[in-house]
């Protein structure tokens, strides 16, 4: 892989995740880097990298960092079967931005577009198939088992009213967007959309909240939901959380 340890931009570069996850990482004691140059400054190796992919497979599963952490300590963990399986969804997924490519060649032309549905199907079947497999060995999330519980006990004026108030959480912050993340009304908003997570789906701690706050700007389905309320939303979400959970 590498030859020699990198610094954590080129780390970052290498992997697609961001900086700022990374120093995440380290802080939560998940992936704590291979060394330090004498200023300080995290490096990388062979080894850290390859956590990091196994690490990047399990939350394209669905798993908390916390039990990507719990899984990865296990006596009969297989690193390579998770190695393995996460170049399998890559593949899937370089196969779906090639047919996207080809996709937009067609359209710059002006010929009729051929859309291929069943690649990017693939990848949701081996993604499906490889998270079915993960719950079976390692059980489903205690979050994720809260949250089914709560929502199946729901009617359905529980159901709209649950999703009344996250639409009404959502346009409040983007109503601050431009705002202080640190500011009161923004601050309390971080909180109440804490309670409602915990009301609702599971009991959402701070290491779980600040967890999500990553999720808002680095998964794109998240981001993209986000700021359909408006243009950073998302962003602000993930700031206002960040300093709401270092107090």
Request: charged content about 35%; hydrophobic content about 35%; aromatic content about 10%.
């Amino acid at each position: 892989m590498v030859k020699k340890p990198l610094s954590i931009k080129k780390t970052a570069a290498l992997t697609g995740l961001s900086i700022r996850a990374i120093h995440y990482y380290d802080e939560i004691g998940l992936l704590k880097p291979s060394g330090l140059t004498k200023a300080g400054y995290r490096q990388y190796d062979d080894e850290a990298i390859s956590a990091l992919m196994q690490i990047m497979f399990y939350k394209e599963l669905g798993f908390s960092l916390k039990e990507i952490a719990n899984i990865m300590k296990k006596s009969d963990y297989d690193k390579n079967e998770a190695l393995i399986k996460h170049r399998d969804l890559l593949i899937f997924k370089k196969k779906h931005i090639e047919s996207l490519i080809e996709l937009t060649k067609q359209a710059l032309k002006g010929e009729e577009m051929n859309v291929k549905n069943d690649v990017l199907q693939e990848y949701e079947n081996a993604r499906k198939q490889y998270a079915d497999e993960a719950e079976q060995k390692w059980g489903k999330s205690k979050a994720y088992q809260q949250s089914a519980i709560k929502h199946d006990s729901y009617n359905e004026k529980e159901k709209t009213d649950m999703m009344n108030e996250a639409e009404e959480i959502f346009k409040e912050f983007a109503n601050n967007i431009g705002t202080d993340p640190s500011g009161e009304i923004v601050q309390k908003l971080v909180k109440r959309w804490q309670e409602h997570i915990t009301r609702y789906s599971y009991d959402c701690t701070t290491e779980i909240l600040r967890g999500l706050a990553l999720m808002y700007v680095e998964d794109e389905r998240f981001k993209k939901n986000l700021d359909k309320y408006g243009e950073g939303t998302a962003k602000l979400m993930h700031d206002a959380i960040i300093v709401y959970c270092k107090q």
